[in-house]
């Protein structure tokens, strides 16, 4: 029963199934079935399409070709290249892409391997999402040599820039991460929380089974540990009613970061989009933050300065 759920949380499905609704929002009787049968995981598609001027490109990942967005604006102060979640697409991030473009960025929008458009149906949650992040990075550094690079990520798009730059060389100006979760392990463990049920033995099974299927340790999967060898500047942003990622873990992780960073809570926002409901505080805490990275000396990659801050939602 773990090896099957392992595999259809981590394998996407050709057919235009309905996707599996989020586990609190499960009923009694749905939740037994997700339990026998795995979820519904069609690969994520999106019919929208940006309402700013773009070229679509195609870039070369080690998990294959990538599709991607790229929007520029005059005298741009920098590029933003932004990476989604899990069960998600380039699209979904629109709204965020055409703000930071109205701050004065040029955007870049990737579809992660096994996402929207791009090749695949297979997704690590993170692992190597990894790859496609340093490809999209190294991307915008031979076409905008020079420029500061803002690596802003959602959930497994955050994921996966913290081990980008932790295991893979990434090297970024400042990083912008919403709702990271702390471990493989701990979001298994949270997802049948959210359920109501008990997370043992199951949890570090399926943990196991999906790092094996694979190809990867997935008990390595871990943000906590990942931000303790990063030193880019960082604003770590979360939602105070989130259940799929705990305030434990986003402690955490905000306490192993290295380098300078910022810390903004959202009271009464869950595991979604913090604009949504904080509208002025997060296009303020964004632009702060951004304004103050993109005109640091570039120096081997990242911004010097030592100040550490933390702001919560009031």
Not at 147 to 162: F, T
């Amino acid at each position: 029963m773990a090896f099957f759920h392992a595999w259809r949380f981590t394998h996407f499905s050709p057919a235009a199934t309905v996707r599996t609704s989020n586990p609190e929002r499960l009923a009694g009787w749905r939740k037994l079935g997700v339990l026998l049968t795995g979820v519904s995981n069609p690969k994520p598609h999106s019919l929208a399409l940006p309402d700013f001027p773009y070229t679509n490109h195609f870039l070369s990942s080690p998990n294959g070709r990538l599709e991607a967005w790229y929007s520029t604006v005059p005298n741009a102060q920098g590029t933003v290249a932004l990476f989604h979640g899990y069960t998600s697409n380039k699209a979904a991030l629109l709204p965020e892409a055409a703000y930071f473009r109205s701050l004065g960025f040029n955007v870049l929008l990737t579809d992660f391997a096994g996402n929207g458009g791009s090749a695949g149906y297979t997704c690590t949650v993170g692992y190597r999402e990894a790859e496609d992040v340093r490809t999209a990075f190294n991307w915008v550094r031979r076409n905008q040599p020079g420029q500061p690079v803002i690596l802003y990520g959602v959930s497994m798009g955050a994921e996966a820039i913290l081990r980008a730059e932790s295991e893979l060389g990434v090297s970024a100006q400042a990083n912008i991460l919403e709702c990271p979760y702390g471990s493989m392990l701990q979001t298994a463990r949270n997802r049948f929380a959210a359920m109501h049920l008990p997370d043992f033995p199951m949890a570090q099974l399926l943990v196991f089974w999906g790092g094996v299927q694979n190809g990867f340790w997935a008990f390595d999967l871990d943000a906590t540990q990942f931000a303790s060898h990063i030193t880019t500047p960082t604003l770590l942003m979360w939602g105070e009613a989130d259940p799929r990622v705990t305030r434990e873990e986003t402690d955490a992780i905000f306490q192993n970061l290295r380098g300078p960073k910022q810390r903004q809570d959202f009271a009464g926002s869950g595991h979604e989009p913090y604009w949504k409901r904080h509208k002025a505080r997060w296009e303020w805490k964004v632009m702060e933050f951004a304004d103050k990275y993109s005109h640091q000396t570039i120096a081997n990659g990242t911004a010097a300065t030592n100040s550490t801050l933390v702001h919560h939602q009031l």
